[in-house]
């Protein structure tokens, strides 16, 4: 076969290139002694079996980090109520690619780069800081508002910077199992408050309590809003203990009816409120962008701890998201999927009342993505719903002393009105 001479010369060049030919003028071309793939391979000659290496010495972080965080298998023909994400096929994915693609067609290489702001893309903390000041009443300059890779690294940033091992938290009990893990894996003591019909309930918390973490738009799990007056008295609290108030706002979008209470944060005046809000709840969770609104003496400490951590959250995925907020996207999603979550609640709850009447229990306001539900009279109804293909997830996980009995977490924000009403037949 006849093969051209600028052929076999790219050849060479190329083999000279990744290093397994060399060239030595007046001489010739040959064959390197030492070839690339073999200075990629281990000397197993070299390799020495010996006893087995002595178990690695955990920090007390370390050791908290007991349990695999993995979300149960869905078995064939269940239906699922354990999950309160978004419903993923009703995102407005098109749109989403479009600016992504436009985006990077026009990006210049510094959009790839090191940022020098590791508080954020600019543009995107302009946006964040109009978005939560006319949704939730948050008073913020732009300069407040840190990026992070979602709400549960703005609390580890919170835990790193205010807490030493041994500090008591005021945590809600019910509450966030994510915080409860964080809070403890840090070395700091759980102090449980329990929730009411208003909320928190202040005569619950520890008056040495350096943080209160709460959930005050939609308490997780009970679903209760806290209300304007228990609002006022946590801040009242907070201040004669000078404790730092932690708002984890993480799907106050999501409320059915009535308008929506203003935020800790903007009611509070000379108290220390750390606002935090993520964009898993109204988009999708892989998207991983969530943001810190701190007070303004803290700006410049978070912004360090979010360098050490992890240098800045991806900008390319940032300036995309502006974009998405810029163009009315996000609250256009917003609008159309609360309308549609707002259905699948009321579907949930009529298909409890019709088919348990007095025998459930539903706590928690018209909000949110989920119910808090107590079956009064079935202490077997985890061992019903299984046999049934219902797959349920008990609250217990949420509780930091004894849990009541026959009590789940019922999501119904990413299944058919259909699918929740036969779910709910099934288990009668």
């Not at 972080?61 to 096929?89: H, M, N, V």
Request: hydrophobic share 40%; glycine share 8%.
């Amino acid at each position: 076969m006849a093969v051209s001479r600028s052929t076999v010369t790219l050849a060479y060049e190329q083999l000279i290139a990744e290093g397994y030919l060399e060239s030595s003028r007046g001489s010739g071309t040959f064959v390197c002694r030492e070839l690339p793939d073999q200075l990629l391979r281990p000397n197993h000659k070299q390799i020495t079996r010996g006893a087995e290496a002595p178990p690695i010495r955990l920090s007390r972080y370390g050791a908290e980090l007991k349990d695999d965080f993995a979300y149960p298998r869905i078995p064939p023909g269940f239906i699922r109520f354990t999950q309160w994400r978004p419903d993923l096929s009703l995102f407005p994915i098109a749109i989403w690619r479009k600016l992504v693609m436009r985006r990077l067609r026009s990006a210049t290489p510094e959009l790839f780069d090191y940022s020098d702001e590791s508080a954020g893309y600019g543009p995107l903390r302009n946006e964040i800081a109009a978005y939560v000041s006319r949704s939730r009443a948050v008073r913020c300059t732009p300069d407040q508002v840190i990026i992070v890779n979602g709400s549960a690294q703005g609390i580890d940033l919170c835990v790193r910077l205010l807490l030493e091992p041994g500090d008591q938290v005021a945590i809600e009990n019910p509450g966030y199992q994510g915080a409860h893990r964080i809070f403890a894996a840090y070395g700091a003591r759980l102090r449980p408050a329990g929730i009411d019909d208003n909320g928190i309930v202040i005569g619950d918390l520890s008056k040495k309590a350096r943080l209160v973490y709460v959930t005050p738009s939609h308490q997780f799990p009970t679903g209760v809003a806290m209300s304007l007056a228990r609002r006022l008295e946590l801040i009242e609290w907070s201040r004669r203990y000078n404790a730092v108030l932690v708002e984890d706002d993480y799907d106050s979008e999501y409320r059915y009816s009535g308008p929506p209470l203003p935020s800790l944060q903007g009611l509070a005046a000379g108290v220390a409120v750390i606002y935090i809000g993520t964009f898993s709840k109204v988009m999708f969770p892989s998207l991983r962008i969530g943001y810190i609104i701190a007070p303004p003496s803290l700006v410049a400490r978070v912004r360090r701890a979010k360098w050490l951590a992890d240098r800045h959250t991806p900008v390319p995925d940032q300036a995309a998201l502006a974009d998405f907020i810029a163009e009315g996207h996000l609250e256009r999603h917003i609008r159309r999927m609360r309308r549609i979550y707002g259905g699948r609640r009321d579907a949930l709850v009529e298909a409890l009342q019709r088919h348990f009447g007095d025998r459930v229990q539903i706590r928690g306001d018209a909000a949110g993505m989920h119910l808090l539900v107590r079956f009064l009279d079935d202490a077997r109804m985890a061992e019903k719903a299984a046999a049934a293909k219902v797959q349920l997830v008990s609250s217990a996980a949420s509780y930091l002393t004894e849990a009541p009995s026959g009590e789940f977490i019922l999501g119904f924000s990413s299944i058919s009105e259909r699918s929740i009403r036969e779910g709910i037949r099934r288990l009668i």
